[in-house]
């Protein structure tokens, strides 16, 4: 089994209600991102899949995170927008984004400090 982990990052705000804590107030953080992708085999080049195609998917996922109330997002009308919940969020969409079904996204953890991260584990 191959592993590959591409490290990414975004700004963001978000409100998180029912924590009892400041974090009910409005405040942001520059999230750091981790996404690992792992797959059985390499492919004709010798690589499970080129950095360059996992940087420019999650880019876009960045792109849709960044600079964002996240609050106000669709994925995060049901869901508070925890570092949980944006963890599970990037796993998703990436793994849509992917073509190649034997590449798979494995986990993701979405850093909202340089002390304090969530992982998302995918089944």
Known sequence: MFELRVRTHFAAAHQLTMVGSKCENLHGHNWKVEVYVTGERLNKAGVLVDFGEIKRLVRGIMQELDHRFLNELKAFHNNAPSSENIAQFIAKELQQKIDDSSVRVSRVTAWESD?????YMCA
């Open 115 to 119: 002390d304090a991260s969530a992982t």
